[in-house]
């Protein structure tokens, strides 16, 4: 498979997520998919700290941050494996 049909796949993966409403994902999904979605499109995270940082801006920072080892592919087929999982449901 080459990097055009992951993409392609990682962009129907985030339209899917898209629809799906948060109260119907466990907080640790959100946060797992939040995380490999930033270092797919960001990739690694650069943590500074602003004067309106918030506990939750915290766990989401934390989460990026034990994911940052990962390229932006793998973290691509990591969120497109949770996505099918949920679908799969």
Do not use: C
């Not at 992951?6 to 466990?26: C, H, N, W, Y």
């Not at 998919?33 to 960001?42: D, E, H, N, P, S």
């Not at 700290?49 to 989401?60: I, V, W």
């Not at 592919?73 to 999982?85: D, F, G």
């Amino acid at each position: 498979m080459n990097e055009k049909d992951l993409d392609i796949r990682f962009q129907e993966a985030v339209k899917t997520a898209g629809e799906m409403t948060q109260a119907s994902l466990p907080q640790d999904v959100q946060l797992r998919l939040y995380a490999y979605y930033k270092q797919a499109t960001f990739g690694t995270l650069e943590p500074r700290q602003t004067s309106t940082y918030h506990l939750r801006d915290a766990f989401k920072t934390n989460a990026w941050m034990q994911i940052s080892h990962l390229s932006a592919e793998e973290a691509k087929e990591h969120y497109i494996e949770i996505i099918n999982s949920i679908m799969e449901k």
